[in-house]
C-alpha cells in the first residue's frame, strides 16, 4: 500500500483530534515505525545532490523548524526521504510556551495558525536528543539546529540567549538557523531591524569564528526571517546578510496576515499563519532578497509548498533548496517524493 493511500485513510481520524494532540500522538508513531525499518516501505526520491553553503544535501527538499522541536524524532523525519532536516527551535532553558488551545486549523485555506511560543525542553536535553539519534550517529544526512531565544529574556538580552545556545548546538549541528521572526515571542521580530540586526549578527559571527577554531569545523550560520517585511526591511536584511558574511538566508516564517482567511473558523486567533496564504507571500520576500544578494548567499525557500508546482516556483524566484512543514501536515509524506521529482535535476 503506498504511503499516499495510508496518510488518506489516516488524515480522516488525525483531523478529528485537537491538533496538537495529533501532533504529539504523531510524531511518536513515526519514531516506532522508523525503529521497525519504515525506510524500507517509504518510497525514497532519487538522489539529486545539491551543494549549497559548501554542505551536500542528497536532495533540495528538507523538512522547516518547528514540526519536532526537541528533536525527538529525527530519525522518524529521515525515514521520509528528506534532503535535510531542521529541528527545534530550541531556547537556552525549558520553558512550556503559550497556554492551550495553540494551534488551529483551517482546512478551507489549508493552513494553520500556531502561538506556540517555543515550546521545547531547553538546549541541554535538545542536545541529548540529537546525540541519541541515528542521523547524527551514523551522519546519514544534514541536520539544521534552529534557535531561539526564551520568552522571559527581555529583547536586550536576546544575544546572550542565541550565543548560549550557538555555543552548545554548534559541535552536532550541518547548520544553525537563528530563529528572529516568530510572532509568538514577544517583541522577537525586533532584531530583524537595522541596529538591532547589526549588533545580533555581529557577536554571532564573532562566536561562529571562536567556534570553528574550537572545533576545528565551520559550520554555517543561517537567519530565519519574516514574510511581513517591506522592500525597505528587506534591503537592510540583505545588507546585514551580507556585511557580516552571513551564509544562508530562509525565507519565510509564518505571518500574521488573515487578508486571505479572512471569515474563516480561527481566522482571527492570535499567532502566525502558515500554508498556502503565506506562499506568494514568502516568494515575494524571496524574489527581493534574490535581488539584492544576487549570488552572495543562498536562499532557502519555505511557506505554502503544497505541490511539486510550488516547489519549483520557490526555486524559480531564487531559492536553492525548499522546506516543507504545512503541507505535509495536510498532504503526507508522499509531497517529499513529488517535490524532489520536480526539482531533480536532469541529465
Known sequence: MSTKLLYALARPLLFSLDPEVAHTLTLPMLKRAASFGLAGIVKQPQSDPRKVMGITF???????????KDGSYIDGLAALGFGFIEVGTVTPRAQPGNPKPRM??????????????FNNGGVDAFVANVQASRFYQNKEGVLG?????????????????????????YPYASYVTINISSPNTKNLRQLQGGSELDAL???LKDAQHRLADKCMRYVPIT????????????????????????????????????DAVQGMRHAQEAGGLSGAPVFELSNKVIRGLKAELGDALPIIGVGGIFSGTDAQA???????????????????PALVHECAAALRKKD
Open 201 to 203: 549578527l555581529s557577536r
Open 223 to 258: 537567519l530565519k526571517i519574516a514574510p511581513d517585511i517591506d522592500s525597505e526591511q528587506i534591503k537592510t536584511i540583505a545588507d546585514a546578510l551580507i556585511r557580516y558574511k552571513i551564509d544562508g538566508v530562509i525565507a519565510t516564517n509564518t505571518t500574521i496576515a488573515r
Open 58 to 68: 542528497a536532495n533540495p527538499v528538507g523538512m522547516a523548524a518547528g514540526l519536532d
Open 104 to 117: 488551529f486549523r483551517l482546512p478551507q485555506a489549508n493552513a494553520i495558525i500556531n502561538r506556540m511560543g
Open 145 to 169: 539546529l534552529n534557535i531561539g531565544k526564551n520568552a522571559d529574556t527581555p529583547i536586550e538580552k536576546a544575544a546572550d540567549d542565541y550565543l548560549a545556545c550557538l555555543e552548545k548546538v
Open 314 to 332: 520557490k526555486i524559480d524566484a531564487g531559492a536553492s533548496l525548499v522546506q516543507l512543514y504545512s503541507g505535509l501536515i495536510y498532504r503526507g
